[in-house]
C-alpha cells in the first residue's frame, strides 16, 4: 500500500523501509513518523550520502538480495533506519562509519521527538505498548500475552522475499538458543543510552553470584 | 489547583506554623494542622508548575523526549533548587585498587568509597513526583534489630504504636492492598484489617513466577538457613477499585488527577510510574495540596536558606530566598516568623538545613546515619518453552518474596526484599531499546568498527519478540541500618548558584550489608535456575569499567543501585546524646522545632519508607496540634471559615 497523501519521496521511504523493519507499509504509515523519520535520516547522514545508500538498498532489494549485500558503513546506516522505526531516536554509529560518513554531527543518541518514542515499533514486537503512553488498561498487565508470530508468517505478511534478514549470521537465530551478544548486557550506569549499551556476556562465563 | 502567593506576600504575616518543603510529608502536615484551624505557611523551594494540566502535560513530553529515562528526566533542571539526579555519578575506567570506582559530578559532591546512586526532586510535590507507589509497612522486628539481632538501632516507638497511623497513612496516600494477607505477613496487626482500595491485580509475571516456584525451599548460602518461596502482593498508592469492605465512617473517595477532573481515578497500565504517570492515577502530594483548607498558605520558588534561633530552646522562622528565573537565579531574602517550625524538605535537605543553620545537632548526629536500600538488580530470560512473560506491562512491580526479609537470618546478614520487577531488564540494561541496538549489531565492536553480526526485517522482530518478551528481572532491595560514618556534611567550598552549601556525601556499606547484597544475588541466581530460566546477570567490569556502585565482595562482583529511599539523616530516639529527634520528630534541643521525613527513621527495613514515614507525619502532626493547643490555652481554634473572614 501507498499513502495517497504522502509525497513520492516518503512513499518510497516507507515501500523499501519495510523489509528493513519488517513491519508492513501501514504499520509504518501509521506512525505518522514517516517524514520526520525521512528527514533524520538525510540529515545525520547527509544528503547525498544518504541517497548513494538508498540508491543501494533498493538496488539489494529489488535484486533479491538483502542487508547482507551492503557495504559495512551502508549497513550501519541501515541498522539506524531500523533503529528509528522502533525506537523513535537516531542512534549512535560505528565510530568508523560515522568517520567514513564525514559526519558533522556529534555521534550520540537523541530522540526525534516525543511522539516518536511513543510510536516506537519495538513494543508491538513483544505485544506490548511504550511505557508512559497507550496503556491498555486497568488489570492488563494480568493477561498471558500470546507468542510471538514465527518469521515464515511475518515474511507472509509482508510480501517480502525468502532471503536472508541478516547479516555475519550463517543461520536464522533460534529463539531458543539466542547468542549473547546480540542481547544488551549491563549499563555501567543509568547515562550510558541505549544504543551504547555493550552486549551481554554468556551466562555463567563469569565467576559471579555463584557462593 | 491550589492556591500560591508570591514569597514577597508570605513575609508580610506572621504564622502559627512555617512548613518547608511541599512533598508527602510538608503537605501531610499542612492539611492536618490546616484542617484544626492553625494558619500554615507552606515554603517550597521548585516550580510548582506540574499542579496544572497543561504544565503536566509539558513535564510527559520533557519525559518522552528523554534519551535516559531516569526518575528526574521529566522535571526540567533548576539552578535555584538543584536536585542530584543519577545521571551525576559516572564510573572510572581501569580505576586504581583501593580508589572510588566513580566520580561525581551535579548537585552532590561526593568523597566516600562507594557512590551514592539516589536522588529526589526539588519541585512542588516533591520526591513523589516520580516515586512508585510501593507502601509496604514494616514489621515489629524492624523497629529493633539492635535488641533482637545485634545490628543497627532500636526506635523509640514500635510497630504497635504505629498500626492506627498506619492505617490514616493508607487512607491519605489511597493505597489498595489485600489486608488479610499483610496480616499472614505479618506486618499488619488487625486481622480483619481492610485496605481503602481492593489489590491492584498481579502481573501476569508474579503468576509465571508463582506457577514455577511457589513452595520451593532455597538455601541461603550466607545465612546457611534454608527459606520456602511465597509469592505475596505488594501494597501500593495507586488508584484500583474502592474496597466496599472498607470502613464506611467517614467513606473513602478516590481522587484522580489534579488540574483535570474525572481523570485518573484507575490506573490503566501506563507502566512508567517512575518518573511520571501520564493519568495521575498514582497517588501524589498535589492531591492533598489541591484540597488545602484556606488556612493553608503555599509559596513556591522559596528556598529556605536557615532557621533562626530565638531563645535557649526556642526558634523564630526562617530566612528564605526567591527567584525568578530557574536558570539564572537572582535572588531577594525574606524572613518569616512563626510558633513553629517545621523541615519537610527531605532527608537530605534537612539535614543541610539544620547544619548549616548550626541548630539541634547536640548529639553531632546531624547528617549521620544516611541510608538508603541497596538495590542489586538480577535478570534472565525465561524458557522459550513456556512463551513470553509480558514485560514492560503494568505497575513497576506488583508481588514478591518476603521471607528473606525476617528472622534469624538477620544476624549473619542484612535482610532483603525481592521485588518481581514487571519492566523487564529496563532498569539493568536499558531494554527494549538497548535489545533493539544489540539485535541490530548497531555501535561498532570494541575498535569501532562496523560489526558483522545482526538481524534485520522479520528475523528482528522475530527475535525481539523472545528476547525482550521473556525478561525476567529481580530486584533485591537490602537493608541498610543506621550507621554514623554515611553522612552528610557541608563544605563552604561547594555552594549552588544561589550560594547556598551542597551537601557532601561519604557513603558506604557495611560487611553486613554486603553480606545481604551477596545472599541476595546467589538466591536470585538459585531462583532463576529453579525456574529454567537462563540467568544473564553478570555485574563484573566490562573492557575496564566498573559498573556504578561496583565491589568485589568475597569473591564475587556485585553491583547496587540507589533505591531512592534516603533515611537516617536526623535520626530518632529517646536520648539527645545520640539522637537529633524524638518520638514525635520534635528535635531534643528545641521546643518548636521539628524535623520531620525519612531523616527521622531509626532503621528503614526492607520496606519502601514512605508510608511508614507518613504515618510518622500524620503523628507528629497531631502532636504539634496538642503542643499549639496547649500553649495557647484557653484557645479560640479559627475554623477555616473565620480565617476568610479575617483575611
Ligand atoms: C525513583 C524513586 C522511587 C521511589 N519509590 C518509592 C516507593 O515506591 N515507595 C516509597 O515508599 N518510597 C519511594 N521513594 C521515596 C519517596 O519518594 C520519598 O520517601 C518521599 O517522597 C519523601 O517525601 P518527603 O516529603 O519527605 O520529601 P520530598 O518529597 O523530597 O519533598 C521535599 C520537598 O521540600 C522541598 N525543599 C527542599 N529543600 C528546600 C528548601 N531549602 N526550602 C524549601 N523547600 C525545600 C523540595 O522541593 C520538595 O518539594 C522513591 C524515591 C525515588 C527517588
Ligand atoms: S501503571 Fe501506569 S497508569 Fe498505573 S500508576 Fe503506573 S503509570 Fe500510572
Redesign the interface.
Known amino acids: 500500500m501507498a499513502d495517497p497523501a504522502a509525497t513520492a519521496d516518503v512513499q518510497d521511504f516507507v515501500k523499501f523501509c519495510v523489509p528493513l523493519t519488517g513491519f508492513t507499509a501501514f504499520d509504518l504509515y501509521a506512525t505518522d513518523m514517516a517524514g520526520a523519520y525521512l528527514d533524520t535520516a538525510r540529515r545525520q547522514v547527509g544528503p547525498e550520502r544518504f541517497d548513494t545508500f538508498w540508491t543501494a538498498w533498493k538496488q539489494a532489494v529489488t535484486g533479491g538480495g538483502g542487508p547482507q549485500d551492503l557495504a559495512p558503513t551502508h549497513r550501519e546506516v541501515a541498522r539506524a533506519l531500523v533503529y528509528l522505526w522502533y525506537t523513535g531516536a537516531w542512534p549512535r554509529l560505528a565510530p568508523a562509519a560515522h568517520a567514513d560518513l564525514r559526519r558533522e554531527q556529534a555521534n550520540t543518541e537523541f530522540v526525534v521527538a516525543p511522539e516518536a518514542y511513543v510510536e516506537g515499533l519495538v513494543w508491538r514486537t513483544f505485544h506490548g505498548h511504550p511505557s508512559g503512553a497507550k496503556p491498555p488498561g486497568f488489570g492488563t498487565w494480568g493477561v498471558r500475552p500470546p507468542a510471538p508470530p514465527e518469521v515464515e508468517e511475518l515474511r507472509a505478511g509482508l510480501g517480502v522475499r525468502d532471503v536472508a534478514y541478516r547479516t555475519g549470521l550463517d543461520a536464522e537465530v533460534s529463539p531458543e538458543d539466542i547468542p549473547a551478544h546480540l542481547l544488551p548486557g549491563f549499563r555501567s550506569g543509568r547515562h550510558v543510552p541505549p544504543s551504547e549499551v555493550p552486549v551481554a556476556t554468556v551466562p555463567g562465563t563469569i565467576e559471579e553470584g555463584r557462593v | 489547583m491550589t492556591e500560591h502567593v508570591t514569597a514577597d506576600a508570605a513575609a508580610r504575616r506572621r504564622y502559627d506554623i512555617v512548613i518547608v518543603g511541599a512533598g508527602w510529608a510538608g503537605s501531610a502536615l499542612a492539611q492536618r494542622l490546616g484542617d484544626k484551624g492553625w494558619q500554615v505557611l507552606v515554603l517550597e523551594a521548585g516550580n510548582g508548575d506540574t499542579d496544572t494540566w497543561p504544565g503536566f502535560l509539558d513535564t510527559?513530553?520533557t519525559?518522552?523526549?528523554?534519551?535516559?529515562?531516569?526518575p528526574n528526566s521529566a522535571y526540567r533542571p533548576n539552578a535555584a533548587a538543584p536536585s542530584p539526579n543519577?545521571?551525576d555519578?559516572?564510573?572510572v575506567r581501569n580505576p586504581r585498587p583501593g580508589e572510588p570506582e566513580f566520580t561525581a559530578g551535579g548537585y552532590f559532591v561526593q568523597n566516600g568509597p562507594l557512590p551514592y546512586g539516589t536522588d529526589y526532586l526539588r519541585a512542588l510535590g516533591g520526591t513523589a513526583m516520580h516515586w512508585l507507589g510501593a507502601v509496604p509497612r514494616m514489621r515489629d522486628e524492624d523497629f529493633e534489630t539492635r535488641t533482637r539481632y545485634g545490628y543497627g538501632r532500636d526506635w523509640p516507638i514500635g510497630a504497635a504504636e504505629l498500626q492506627p497511623w498506619y492505617a490514616e497513612a493508607e487512607r491519605l496516600l489511597g493505597a489498595a492492598g489485600h489486608g488479610q494477607e499483610q496480616y499472614d505477613l505479618g506486618v499488619v496487626h488487625d486481622s480483619r484489617y481492610e485496605y481503602p482500595m481492593q489489590e491492584i491485580?498481579?502481573?501476569?509475571i508474579d503468576?509465571y513466577c508463582k506457577e514455577a516456584v511457589e513452595g520451593e525451599v532455597i538455601t541461603d548460602?550466607?545465612a546457611e538457613r534454608d527459606y520456602t518461596l511465597t509469592l505475596y502482593g505488594l501494597p501500593q498508592a495507586r488508584n484500583?477499585t474502592p474496597n466496599p469492605r472498607y470502613r464506611t465512617d467517614p467513606p473513602f473517595r478516590v481522587r484522580g488527577a489534579v488540574g483535570l477532573p474525572n481523570f485518573g481515578e484507575?490506573?490503566?497500565?501506563?507502566?512508567?510510574c517512575v518518573p511520571?504517570c501520564?493519568?495521575q492515577a498514582k497517588s501524589l502530594p498535589l492531591r492533598i495540596q489541591a484540597a488545602f483548607p484556606r488556612s493553608v498558605t503555599v509559596a513556591n520558588r522559596c528556598v529556605v536558606t536557615r532557621v533562626r534561633r530565638s531563645g535557649e530552646r526556642s526558634v523564630s522562622g526562617v530566612e528564605y530566598r526567591t527567584y525568578t528565573d530557574p536558570a539564572s537565579p537572582v535572588s531577594r531574602s525574606y524572613v518569616v516568623e512563626a510558633d513553629v517550625v517545621v523541615l519537610a524538605a527531605h532527608a537530605i535537605e534537612n539535614a543541610r538545613l539544620l547544619l548549616f543553620s548550626e541548630l539541634a545537632n547536640g548529639s553531632g548526629q546531624v547528617g549521620r546515619n544516611l541510608m538508603d536500600h541497596p538495590t542489586v538488580?538480577?535478570w534472565a530470560?525465561g524458557a522459550?518453552?513456556k512463551?513470553?512473560?509480558?514485560?514492560?506491562?503494568?505497575?513497576g512491580h506488583?508481588s514478591g518474596w518476603e521471607v528473606f526479609r525476617f528472622g534469624e537470618g538477620r544476624r549473619r546478614r542484612a535482610p532483603f526484599r525481592i521485588e518481581i520487577g514487571?519492566?523487564g531488564?529496563?532498569w539493568?540494561?536499558?531494554?527494549?531499546?538497548?535489545?533493539?541496538?544489540?539485535?541490530?549489531?548497531?555501535?561498532?565492536?570494541e575498535h569501532?568498527?562496523?560489526?558483522?553480526?545482526?538481524?534485520?526485517?522479520?528475523?528482528?522482530?522475530?527475535?525481539?519478540?523472545?528476547?525482550?518478551?521473556r525478561q525476567l528481572q529481580l530486584q533485591l532491595a537490602v537493608e541498610q541500618p543506621a550507621d554514623p560514618g554515611n553522612r552528610v556534611t557541608l563544605d563552604g567550598r561547594h555552594r549552588d548558584a544561589m550560594g547556598n552549601p551542597r551537601p557532601v556525601i561519604t557513603y558506604d556499606l557495611s560487611e553486613h550489608v554486603r553480606d545481604g547484597a551477596?545472599a541476595a544475588?546467589?538466591v536470585?541466581?538459585e531462583i532463576f535456575r529453579r525456574m529454567g530460566a537462563?540467568?544473564?546477570?553478570?555485574?563484573?567490569p566490562?573492557?575496564g569499567?566498573?559498573?556504578?556502585g561496583h565491589f568485589v565482595h568475597?569473591?564475587?562482583?556485585?553491583?547496587y543501585s540507589g533505591a531512592g529511599h534516603g533515611a537516617g539523616t536526623h535520626i530518632m530516639g529517646s536520648d539527645p546524646a545520640t539522637s537529633v529527634v524524638d518520638a514525635d520528630q520534635k528535635t531534643h534541643e528545641f521546643d518548636n522545632l521539628y524535623a520531620v521525613g525519612c531523616g527521622s527513621m531509626a532503621s528503614v527495613g526492607t520496606s519502601n519508607p514512605t508510608l511508614t514515614m507518613m504515618a510518622l507525619a500524620l503523628r507528629s502532626a497531631e502532636r504539634i496540634h496538642d503542643s499549639l493547643a496547649t500553649a495557647r490555652r484557653p484557645v479560640v481554634i479559627r475554623t477555616p471559615d473565620t480565617t476568610e473572614a479575617t483575611a
Do not use: Q
Open positions: 510527559l513530553s519525559f518522552r523526549s528523554a534519551v535516559a529515562k531516569v543519577v545521571l555519578l559516572a564510573p491485580p498481579r502481573s501476569y503468576r548460602p550466607v484500583s484507575r490506573c490503566v497500565g501506563n507502566a512508567s511520571i501520564p493519568v538488580l538480577s530470560l522459550e518453552s512463551g513470553p512473560v509480558g514485560p514492560f506491562r503494568g505497575p506488583t514487571n519492566w531488564w529496563g539493568a540494561t536499558g531494554a527494549p531499546m538497548s535489545n533493539v541496538a544489540t539485535a541490530l549489531g548497531i555501535g561498532g565492536d569501532g568498527e562496523v560489526r558483522p553480526d545482526g538481524v534485520f526485517g522479520p528475523e528482528l522482530r522475530r527475535l525481539l519478540g523472545s528476547s525482550v518478551g551477596l544475588r546467589a536470585a541466581g537462563d540467568d544473564f546477570t553478570n555485574h563484573a566490562r573492557d569499567v566498573p559498573p556504578l568475597k569473591g564475587t562482583d556485585l553491583a
